[in-house]
């Protein structure tokens, strides 16, 4: 491949691995949970406060048993830092979500996610995720 090629295979990877962070955050906002196979492979290993999950039913379960019991989320990711390794790659990102629990309280969350990802026939997509937090306010402590 010419260094033209290169480059642009990598800003090409680049854009596809920022879009699906972005993906990732609307796929637990809204729960889309029927577009877990386009971002997730399907040995994914997730490792969250709430647990530990292997595998995309296992995803869900771990997302819904924690997010379904929220009136509404919102989740924003910043600060991307990609590392391209050929077919795989790291992606850190900050995390800054917003949790409505009920009509009267809401809590915010701020962490940060490493995610590994690897290139598949349909694409990019995680194979892993580590959820490490910073920061939670009080509200949402006692709700976890």
Do not use: C
Not at 47 to 66: D, K, M
Not at 95 to 112: K, P
Not at 126 to 141: K, N, Y
């Amino acid at each position: 491949m010419s260094t033209q090629e290169t480059l642009i295979r990598a800003l090409a990877d680049r854009a596809e691995l920022t879009d699906l962070v972005a993906r990732h955050s609307l796929w637990v906002d809204e729960a889309r949970y029927d577009e877990t196979a386009r971002l997730f492979t399907e040995d994914v290993v997730v490792t969250s406060p709430r647990g530990q999950a292997r595998g995309i039913a296992e995803l869900v379960a771990l997302v819904r048993s924690g997010h379904d019991r929220y009136a509404a989320t919102l989740h924003s990711k910043s600060n991307l830092v990609i590392d391209l390794h050929g077919d795989t790659a790291t992606v850190r990102a900050h995390d800054l979500a917003v949790f409505v629990i009920d009509d009267d309280t809401e809590s915010i969350a701020a962490g940060v996610h490493h995610y590994t990802a690897r290139r598949t026939p349909d694409g990019w997509r995680f194979d892993s995720l580590v959820v490490s937090p910073l920061a939670l306010t009080e509200g949402l402590t006692r709700a976890l």
